[in-house]
């Protein structure tokens, strides 16, 4: 069974540009989650999709945003990227409120 | 809101030496208990989990942690190291709410020498 896979695995962008990340879910898992892991400040919880809808968002600002398909792919937005937006942003799966499977991430650098 | 506190954060073992990491979590109400691992070059893998039940849980690899409700914590252990297992491990908890969040801990660098 093929895991949660993300992409892509670098992005490389300057300040104010916009980001965008995409994630697959485990088949069949219908939540997927959005956290950063940024250095010196650990993962972080960042947005929650189900069933098409957000349903719940960490402590971030709103340019950080992002949507679920209907197929429960899913794509994370950065807009007016800042220096400190740097970091691995991983992505994670699950079938109902149970067990988070986490992909490869996508690390994103800004210069 | 809740939070994570990791103690150790690099703990260096010889092979064979026993495994104790500490996890403890700020919260009052419910809540779910995950360890994970991330072994070098490899994303985050779940290691055990607890949400109710036999208080002692066993993982893969020959991990079990033990959720001490009184304590608030839900140590890692393992009696023999291998060097296979140096990692990092996230200790992550789910408060019961409904919301979802994880919430992690700092991380604990383990190295085991051969």
């Known amino acids: 069974e093929a895991g949660v896979t993300q992409s892509p695995t670098h992005l490389i962008k300057t300040r104010g540009q916009q980001a965008t990340l995409r994630c697959s879910p485990i088949s069949g898992h219908t939540s997927v989650y959005w956290y950063q892991q940024a250095l010196g400040l650990g993962l972080q919880f960042l947005l929650w999709?189900?069933?098409?809808?957000?349903?719940n968002r960490g402590n971030f600002p709103p340019r950080f945003s992002g949507r679920q398909f209907p197929n429960y792919s899913s794509e994370l937005n950065v807009n007016a990227l800042e220096l400190e937006d740097s970091a691995l942003y991983l992505c994670a799966s699950s079938l109902g409120p149970f067990t988070q499977y986490f992909g490869p991430g996508t690390r994103l650098t800004v210069l | 809101a809740q939070s994570v506190s990791q103690h150790n954060h690099h703990v260096i073992l010889s092979e064979a030496a026993s495994l104790e990491l500490g996890c403890n979590y700020s919260y009052g109400g419910t809540v779910n208990l995950f360890w994970y691992v991330q072994y070098p070059g490899q994303h985050l893998q779940l290691l055990l989990k607890y949400f109710s039940g036999d208080p002692l849980v066993k993982g893969i690899k020959g991990f079990e942690a033990e959720f001490i409700k009184s304590k608030f914590s839900f140590n890692l252990r393992k009696p023999s190291v291998q060097w296979s297992d140096t990692a990092e491990y996230f200790c992550a908890v789910n408060a019961n709410t409904g919301r979802r969040a994880l919430t992690f801990g700092s991380g604990t660098r383990l190295q085991v020498q051969p």
């Open positions: 999709y189900d069933e098409g809808e957000e349903r």
